[in-house]
């Protein structure tokens, strides 16, 4: 009876198994170095593991707020605001404006990571981050698949980056979901004294429709 037991839950068990060793991977991510100056870890900071996947996704259950990168306070339970600004809707492959930003932040020092993600099987990243131009406070990181601070840019208090929506032939399942985390530090090399902020915004991605009147013309030309 008891290996029969241990049989039919053998999917739970490994599945058991998998959340713990994702958990001790993604910490020692975390916890290689309290201060992540020069950009955030794929595995922390808004981008934690997808449930009991090894892929890198968003969002995820772990975080640098509860990972042990920034783990004093509860995420949002500061006084700042993290701002995260995108379009409602663009056409495939189109490259739009994305920014982030702090508001009513007493901090000196701040980081941000930002990911986005369409409605397939519940998180699958979708477009590609670029930096603009030669933009030293930014950069990206797994392909353009996360865009994050770089040491430069955490003297500072707001990011611009830009991201190209998929392909035509890409299949979105809209809408698509901007997940943004961000850190209000105080630079003291520690894991205390810092706080955790998140933001999300959806865009649609989808071609525009083409007006019977435009048809009409076209078919006469």
Excluded at 54 to 59: G, L
Aim: charged share 20%; proline share 3%.
């Amino acid at each position: 009876m008891r290996n029969g037991l241990f049989l039919g839950q053998g999917g739970k068990y490994k599945k058991f198994c998998i959340l713990i060793l994702s958990l001790v991977v993604s910490g020692m991510f975390c916890n290689a170095s309290n201060a992540h100056s020069d950009g955030a870890p794929l595995a922390c900071l808004g981008s934690g593991f997808d449930r009991y996947s090894f892929r890198f996704a968003a969002p995820g259950t772990f975080t640098c707020g509860n990972l042990g990168c920034h783990y004093q306070y509860p995420v949002n339970s500061g006084k700042g605001k993290l701002m995260l600004f995108v379009v409602d809707k663009c056409e495939p492959n189109e490259i739009v404006d994305i920014l982030v930003s702090f508001k009513q932040t007493t901090k000196e020092f701040h980081g941000f990571q930002v990911t986005a993600h369409d409605n397939y099987y519940g998180n699958r990243l979708v477009g590609t981050f670029i930096n603009v131009g030669n933009d030293e406070d930014t950069q990206v990181e797994a392909g353009g698949r996360f865009a994050t601070h770089t040491k430069k840019g955490t003297n500072q208090k707001f990011w611009h980056v830009k991201w190209q929506a998929p392909p035509e032939d890409f299949l979105v399942a809209n809408p698509v979901r901007f997940y943004a985390m961000g850190v209000e530090a105080n630079n003291d090399g520690t894991a205390m004294g810092d706080y955790i902020y998140k933001a999300t915004r959806l865009i649609t991605v989808t071609r525009k429709k083409v007006k019977k009147e435009q048809v009409r013309i076209m078919k006469k030309e």
